[in-house]
């Protein structure tokens, strides 16, 4: 019936309550010269509404934000980074301290080799763009000794679930939220659908606004911390 | 003295009412796949200031707008672009008919030469991207027949009067607004200062807000293109 099918708000305080949760939201802007960059279309949105969602519940939130227009939700406490190095920094710096880890921005993976530091002319342009690495924020909490509780975020264009299950596994994290991304899925738009797997399950949230969704992944959240305590 | 200093308003019409004024605004965003693009830090309150100014003296103003979350200024007509190629398209389609184009976007002088159709995987990246040059829309619109009158802008990091004057030599443009940017200036920021070249003249527009100084530009285009009418 449509009574057993609807999600009822949870009357038990949350396991996240008090507990210091840190997510990372947003997209990362890579320099190629001062006033060029390497950016993705992450409106920050999913990891503002779960930083909100985690704040609801009682949680002590940290957000560690890349270059979004988002205002900071009531009763988080915001880091604003513009590169993949600098969230890797302001990350590892608080991870040790934090009960969960949710890592929902859309990080570069790489980033350019030899930032300009003047604004490069049309005539001068190199027809290739050296990249290298960024540390893998994810990874690396993941491998902190008493480390947190790790949430990381599949976006896929494809096979979505494939693809969240070889990161699960080969980042060596607690759960992840998969969803697919494309032209008008995913980025800058106010609704979503995720897939959360752990090891040993998974869960299905349907189709509905981010802000749902985030409530709905935070309570989840709170189970398997509460699993894992 | 000071009311000598002080720049009156116009009480004249100005020689652009009625005329159609082309205008671009914005930054481009070049495509790496499906969620990666190559961008640039301009906001667009430049393009958009002048538009609002150019419509405020009578002009019919259309607003070629790179991705910008700017609103459209009152009485202008927008197209909303992403790319350099399809901001080219847009304007290469109107300049003819236009008495001014200014073009104000920053645009992406480069794209990457292969798009990828899907999401690049992490251990799936090159480690060079390939770029092309994008197609010159100032360039294009200055070597028209019977073209409009053309101002370009200039915004550098070093050097700002002699790379606007080679500009200006290059494009064979008829105006140009110089601008240094960096940390804090230009870009991003809703004030500037501008100096105005054409051949044989310059002006300062000193540090000031950028809807002032898009009303003194505008002022300014106006007198040249009744002087060249």
């Known amino acids: 019936t449509a009574l057993e099918q609807s999600a009822a708000p949870s009357t038990r305080p949350s396991p996240l309550a008090g507990q210091s949760v840190l997510i990372t939201a947003g997209p990362t802007h890579e320099p190629i010269d001062p006033v060029r960059f390497i950016g993705n279309r992450s409106s920050g949105r999913m990891g503002f509404a779960i930083a ?15 270059p979004s227009r988002l205002p900071t939700p009531a009763g988080v406490e915001r880091v604003d980074v513009e590169t993949a190095e600098q969230m890797y920094q302001a990350v590892l710096d608080r991870a ?59 976006a896929e264009t494809d096979d979505v679930l494939d693809n969240a299950h070889d990161k699960l596994t080969a980042k060596g994290i607690d759960m992840i939220a998969a969803n697919a991304v494309g032209e008008g899925k995913g980025f800058e738009v106010a609704d979503n659908a995720l897939t959360v797997l752990w090891p040993g399950g998974h869960r299905e949230l349907g189709h509905k606004a981010k802000t749902q969704l985030a409530a709905e992944l935070i309570d989840l959240v709170g189970e398997r911390f509460h699993a894992a305590d």
Do not use: W
């Open 52 to 66: 909100a969602a985690a704040a609801n519940v009682g949680a002590r939130v940290c957000l560690i934000s890349g």
């Open 96 to 154: 040790p301290q934090a009960a969960v880890f949710i890592a929902a921005a859309a990080v570069a993976d790489y980033r350019v080799e030899a930032r300009a530091m003047h604004k490069i002319k049309r005539d001068n342009q190199p027809d290739q763009l050296s990249l290298v690495p960024n540390p893998d924020i994810l990874k690396a909490v993941a491998g902190l000794t008493d480390g947190p509780l790790t949430v990381g975020f599949a």
